[in-house]
């Protein structure tokens, strides 16, 4: 009897622990299946951060979605969204997306350093001082993450807080010619140009025949009125150059080669301007200028009456054209000339000065007189003077 009591007693048992070992398998089955949709989530991120390095925004996306679906905790999943959306200049959902990657993970430097971009194009510079600091704090040796603080103290006007701390990365740094470059660009900006040279030169030497610190270079001897050095930098800017930049720069460095007296050399440099630009007068006044300051008349005359040509009364030609016809000694054609400008407000004064030296020329002492009375009136201040 007792034995027959206790069939049913085992077999309730033992169907409870077959049903408890199934559930047990079931569960494991589901915790082993997800994890791998997890990891194959996960895997798919460089995939999708290839899509997007390559331009294919779209498929990117996609591809960060599933890896969402499946596993919204992913860190670098939100940030790569975040990333795609600044690319479409989608702020708000960009922010949104940085925001839930950093409170998943807080070490995740770059996207701090995002969310420092988009605080700073919302206009909250606090904000994005605050965000590049967490980002550098991550990563200290990021120049990136560096420079960025110090363009945004700059345009807070700490220009103090931007050297201490490019000083300060400088040392502890110093083969990151970046931080000499923008060490030298703060610099610039607060007119100390003279130290700013000794860094441009310094990063030369790390960066050498670097087009931008060339540049930068270039134009800080312009501001110390240094024509020779600067016309160094833009012969060698010139000759590295593609042909987009390569105008530009023949231009800047025609003008460096007048300031520094170098006439020949500036003839020379706006006769290969005339080439693509011949409809241009302002280039064929400014070869005029040149030939006048060189000592050629001749081609002096020939250049003001091209720009006369393309742009009739223009009185800076006419004043070329006069100057080089007083070179060659043709008096009385120059005064007829320097009359047609007389009456000009710019060079009016310029133009009696140089009608009296023709009359002096001619031995006319009276009608000389006059003239230089008439300048003097008009207080005479021109760099047409300079060049004769």
């Known amino acids: 009897m007792l034995r027959t009591k206790l069939i049913p007693a085992i077999l309730l048992v033992s169907i409870f622990a077959f049903s408890a070992g199934c559930e047990s398998y079931a569960e494991k089955k589901q915790a082993a299946t997800l994890r791998l949709a997890k990891a194959t989530a996960k895997a798919k991120l460089p995939v999708a951060q290839g899509l997007f390095e390559n331009g294919r925004i779209d498929e990117a996306e996609k591809t960060i979605l599933e890896c969402l679906k499946v596993n919204p905790d992913v860190a670098e999943a939100h940030l790569l969204m975040g990333k795609i959306h600044l690319a479409r200049a989608n702020l708000t959902q960009a922010s949104d997306s940085l925001n839930r990657a950093v409170d998943l993970d807080k070490t995740l ?8 971009v988009i605080a700073q194009q919302n206009a909250k510079p606090q904000q994005a001082l605050e965000y590049y600091n967490i980002a550098m704090s991550l ?32 040392e502890l740094l110093p083969e990151r010619v970046e931080l000499k470059i923008a060490s030298a660009d703060v610099l610039s900006r607060l007119g100390k140009t003279k130290q700013a040279i000794i860094l441009y030169n310094q990063a030369l030497l790390l960066k050498s025949g670097d087009r931008d610190i060339t540049e930068a270079l270039a ?37 460096c080669c007048m300031n520094a007296g170098d006439y020949g050399k500036a003839v020379a440099y706006y006769d290969r301007l005339s080439i693509d630009q011949r409809d241009d007068p302002e280039i064929w006044l400014q070869m005029a200028r040149a030939a006048l300051g060189a000592g050629a008349p001749k081609r002096a005359y020939a250049c003001a009456a091209r720009a006369l040509v393309l742009r009739p009364g223009w009185p800076d030609a006419v004043a070329v054209k006069a100057c080089a016809q007083y070179l060659s000694a043709d008096y009385t054609a120059a005064v007829k000339t320097f009359k047609r400008i007389t009456s000009d407000k710019k060079i009016g004064a310029f133009a009696w000065t140089m009608t009296a030296k023709c009359y002096r020329q001619l031995g006319q002492t009276v009608r ?14 021109s760099e047409l003077l300079s060049l004769l």
Not at 368 to 381: F, I, T
């Open 109 to 116: 430097d770059s996207a701090w350093y995002l969310l420092a």
């Open 219 to 255: 134009y800080c001897y312009i501001m110390l009125r240094q024509w020779d050095r600067a016309a160094e930098m833009f012969e060698e800017l010139t000759d590295n150059a593609d042909e987009a930049r390569k105008t530009e720069y023949l231009q800047l460095l025609a003008m």
């Open 368 to 381: 000389a007189k006059k003239a230089y009375e008439k300048a003097a009136r008009l207080d005479p201040d």
């Open 139 to 170: 990563k200290p040796a990021n120049t990136d993450y560096i420079i960025a603080i110090v363009e945004a103290y700059a345009a807070r006007g700490r220009y103090d807080d931007a050297l201490k701390l490019l000083e300060y990365k400088t």
